[in-house]
């Protein structure tokens, strides 16, 4: 773990999540409440390299104790970092109630992803029980965790669970209809591009209306590794290189359908605890746990 270094037990040597948290919460400090704030704060845990100061890798100690991890602790130090940034979380919320702002603010948080269980645990997450992790398109992968809170969410959508379609892009029109900003595109239009594809969550954060306008949320490509290009080596992807990574490779309808096209990897399913000793390296392609379609 980090150990706590000469710019203050907080910053841990440089920690860089620690020092993202000193910032925001110098930002709330100072802001004058007699006018609007919009902070969007993108933290880089829980993401890999795992890495996590000392005092909170000790919290998850039991979990070494128990002796099922990887040898290199990827699920103790991934459990540690996600309670780092759950209190700093917890300590710019503080602030913000500090400040008389909290009964006005609206927090969203969400992830981009699911967790990742490539190379057999090394990312140290766990998506049990959905199928699948990040980079690929199952649901481990793509139904991402998120929650909203803050003074200004209506008291009778506290506490609820909300279960209908939001993508990390209907933000954007949510925000633009908050703000009163009209979110179209113009120059996209005077180019003749389509519309954006975001739509305005804000009558279902306000419990107006609990049906999501989202009929359906395009899938994008899943990721595969292109590496025809190293010696002696031959490629994960069936897919032109052209289209990696861009292209529609499938759809999730309302109705409950839900179609994928060309190769997935991380097909499998985790346990209760996983990563753990158990777990054995693979490929990123691995015929015995991915599926083409």
């Not at 104790?65 to 503080?94: P, S």
């Not at 992968?141 to 008291?155: C, D």
Request: aromatic letters at 12%; proline letters at 6%; charged letters at 20%.
């Amino acid at each position: 773990g980090c150990k706590e270094g000469p710019l203050g037990d907080h910053w841990y040597h440089g920690y860089e999540d620690a020092i993202m948290e000193e910032q925001i919460l110098s930002l709330v400090e100072s802001h004058n409440t007699s006018v609007p704030l919009f902070l969007f704060w993108a933290p880089h845990m829980v993401h890999t390299p795992l890495q996590v100061p000392e005092s909170f890798m000790s919290k998850f100690d039991f979990i070494k104790e128990k002796g099922n991890d990887l040898q290199r602790q990827e699920r103790q130090t991934y459990a540690a970092m996600v309670n780092f940034i759950d209190e700093a979380i917890g300590n710019v919320t503080t602030m913000l109630k500090a400040k008389g702002m909290w009964e006005d603010t609206l927090m969203v948080f969400t992830a981009d992803n699911g967790g990742p269980v490539y190379y057999s645990g090394d990312g140290g997450a766990n998506n049990y029980p959905l199928r699948g992790g990040k980079m690929g398109n199952f649901e481990g992968g793509i139904r991402a965790n998120a929650f909203v809170s803050g003074g200004y969410l209506p008291e009778k959508a506290q506490g609820t669970k909300y279960e209908g379609f939001v993508t990390g892009w209907d933000w954007y029109a949510t925000f633009s209809e908050l703000a009163g900003v009209d979110p179209m595109d113009a120059r996209a239009a005077a180019a003749g591009l389509p519309p954006i594809d975001s739509l305005s969550m804000v009558d279902v954060l306000m419990g107006r209306n609990y049906t999501s306008p989202r009929e359906e949320i395009p899938i994008g490509t899943a990721h595969c590794r292109d590496t025809e290009s190293e010696p002696g080596s031959t490629s994960d992807c069936r897919m032109p290189p052209r289209y990696h990574n861009f292209s529609v490779g499938g759809v999730i309808r309302s109705d409950g359908l839900k179609i994928m096209v060309g190769d997935h990897s991380q097909a499998g399913w985790q346990g209760v605890y996983y990563p753990n000793r158990t777990t054995t390296r693979t490929k990123c392609f691995d015929p015995d746990i991915n599926l083409r379609f």
